[in-house]
């Protein structure tokens, strides 16, 4: 797989509707190659019962298996899927720079920083969060900023959009799997799949591409455009952080 990195300061116009794209990370953009290693050394530095940790290790299995399937034939354009994954997987290593530089993180991504380590919330919970801030969150605007990068149209990257999909589904379920608690434990079991049974990934995922499209329709109205950029943020923090509710 290619190792050259993509400055994100490329030659790109300076039209006002290009102005209206999601602003891109000032810094160089990762291949996928360069986004697992940052991924796996980062790994081993999350202490047993953080949050983050749980979710870091759920999406590095993800990443890799999209990763595998790059040059399996399984995308239809698996070049420009590598360029979206790389920038998708940015926007959460942004919210680990942030805080790891003692900064806040996005208030997307804030509330499963600051409760990773809060008792009485269980890894799923942990999981789910994460996942839910970064699909309906980073996701779209990761499309926005590839199609930006790339110079295409949004809706180009539908088609692999859908073929991911599937592997999403597979590592939820997987996770679900490892992470639920055994039938006896029923005193636990009972409220947090009352929590996390509001939350679906198919749901999230479908959201997420109805925001790609209402973006897209809103390139030509920079207020609407920008107001729903920063209400997407706060709206689906909230989301992630009711997805953290303590069970005791």
Known sequence: MTETTMDTAGAVGTSTADTLWPPRSSQPILTIDQVLARMRALAPGFPPGDGVGVFHRMYLTVTELIAAKLDSGYFADPAALAVLDALFAGRYLA?????????????????????????????????????????????????????????????????????????LAQVEAQVRGELLPEPDRFQVVEPLLHVIDVWSIDRAREAAWGTVLTLRGLRNAPLAYRALVAALDGSVGMVSRALLTTLS
């Open 95 to 167: 919210a680990v720079d942030a805080d790891a530089a003692g900064q806040l993180p996005q208030a997307c991504w804030r509330p499963l920083f600051e409760l990773r380590r809060r008792p009485g919330i269980h890894p799923l919970q942990a999981a789910l969060s994460g996942m839910n801030t970064h699909i309906e969150h980073d996701l779209p605007l990761a499309v926005l900023d590839a199609a930006r990068q790339l110079g295409r149209d949004p809706l180009s990257f539908e088609a692999d959009y859908q073929r991911i999909n599937d592997l």
